[in-house]
């Protein structure tokens, strides 16, 4: 019955996420979790909790990341192979057992309040890092749908956001616990908010103080090509993107992911150039092909010369197929050719001294690989991308608002095209100004606002250390007293 009674709360607790928001529920599922784990702290042998909490991330991940099964339905020859998605499920949630288990047993002598939301952080981090990283889970997800709350993100970054949240849902268990009790866990609360308000009350000062000083025109061209259109020839596709160009009077024109329907072995793309107005930059993702190898790349072209930036983070199993000589079997669904990591620095140049930080697909939610000291100037972020492979519901929706709470985080306006949608300009608040219709053909203009925004992304791994310090010196503490 117990086992059962984790894998329904793993399924509600993927109702807290995008795109349902049922957030009261977290008030419910949380401090249950605390209420049942607190109650057997004594009685719960390790295997005990690595089963009951493999269990809770099976129903977790099987319900948040059901939409990966949808690149398998995309071609007629990779349908067979739908259920390798359950290999997928199956292997998070091993690990997010382990790493419960092994928090548990460290922790076992501190107030269950605080140990939650540690396992729970420590499982997001884990598991973002862990083989070739997949950070698409992180509750920070939590605070996505309202743009208030998103300011929290641009103090504290993803994972101690992270922490807060689930700190924030375990509080009705305090009135559950005995009145001895109580003392202590307000002097631990007291120990966590002096820090964290005031960095508060510092960064929104700051942010009072930014002034909005450049523009640029922009328009934006979501072209809904699907991937296995035969109909839709690379001629036909060329044209339209020519015809989009030609009506354009914006300074800055944006498509989406490998819009570009030609492998570029050479960036001459003469009737791109031609097509361009003076001072006018076309952004498209495109294929590009070098010295033997691929590249997911995306390309800006002016009427005099073409820069590109290449993917650094590629999809395992979308973009390549890791220990290929070993898993041949999988080149129907992959295919015979890998992409190449890129090795051209996150940053391009723009006229009148913009820049901005090209970000391909869901390169954007790895939050610790996109900022560096050469680009953490840069006035804005543009994230191409192509969601078809994504789905119709889950997917595609998850990664809209974790680029929401990225452009929140990292303090910088996010202008996101994709090939079907979601597209939209985001401000650096993680508000949006304006998006486009899923899997409509569409585009707009727009009036990009920005300056050279303070970000606070040196504090966030300042937070991640003290989030570490005080589950050290909450152990060390109880292990005394219990001595």
Sequence with gaps: ??????????????????????????????????????????????????????????????????????????????????????????????????????????????????????????????????????????????LSSNEYLLFSLKSFGTLFSSYLIIQILCIPFIFLTKESSKKELRYLSLFIALPILSLLTTNFNIEKNNFKIKTINIEIFQLNFKNNDQSLT?????????????????????????????????????????????????????????????????????????????????????????????????????????????????????????????????????????LNKLNNKSNFIVNITNDFWFGDYLGPYQHFYLTKIRAAEFNKPIIRVSNNGISAVIDNNGAVLIKTQFNKTENFKHKLLFNENNNFVNFHLIFKIYLFIIFTFSIFYYLRKNA
């Design 1 to 142: 019955m117990s086992i059962l009674i984790y894998l329904i709360l793993g399924l509600l607790t993927s109702l807290l996420f995008p795109p349902y928001f049922f957030l009261p529920l977290g008030f419910i599922i949380f401090p249950y979790l605390c209420f049942i784990l607190d109650s057997n702290k004594e009685n719960s042998s390790d295997k005990d909790i690595f089963k009951k909490f493999s269990i809770f991330g099976f129903g977790f991940f099987i319900s948040y990341l059901f939409w990966i099964k949808n690149p398998f339905f995309v071609f007629e020859e990779t349908k067979n192979f739908f259920l390798v998605f359950l290999l997928l499920i199956i292997l998070l949630s091993i690990i997010f057992g382990l790493i419960f288990t092994i928090i548990f047993k460290l922790g076992k002598k501190i107030p269950i309040i605080f140990l939650i939301p540690f396992m729970f952080t420590s499982s997001e981090y884990i598991i973002s890092i862990f083989f070739y990283g997949f950070p698409w889970f992180t509750f920070s997800l939590l």
């Design 234 to 370: 690379p001629e036909k596709k060329l044209q339209r993107i020519i015809k989009h160009i030609d009506e354009s009077t914006a300074d800055l024109l944006i498509f989406g992911e490998n819009n570009f329907p030609y492998l570029l072995d050479d960036l001459e793309l003469k009737i791109i150039k031609e097509s361009l107005k003076e001072n006018q930059t076309l952004i498209i993702g495109a294929t590009r092909f070098e010295d033997n190898n691929y590249y997911n790349s995306l390309i800006n072209i002016n009427s005099l010369n073409v820069t590109y930036f290449d993917k650094k983070i590629l999809v395992p199993f979308g973009e390549f197929l890791p220990l290929r000589d070993s898993l041949t079997f999988l080149e129907t669904i992959v295919g015979q050719n890998d992409y190449s990591r890129g090795k051209i620095e996150r940053k391009i140049n723009l006229s009148n001294n913009i820049s901005f930080i090209p970000v391909i697909c869901y390169e954007i939610v790895f939050y610790w690989k996109l």
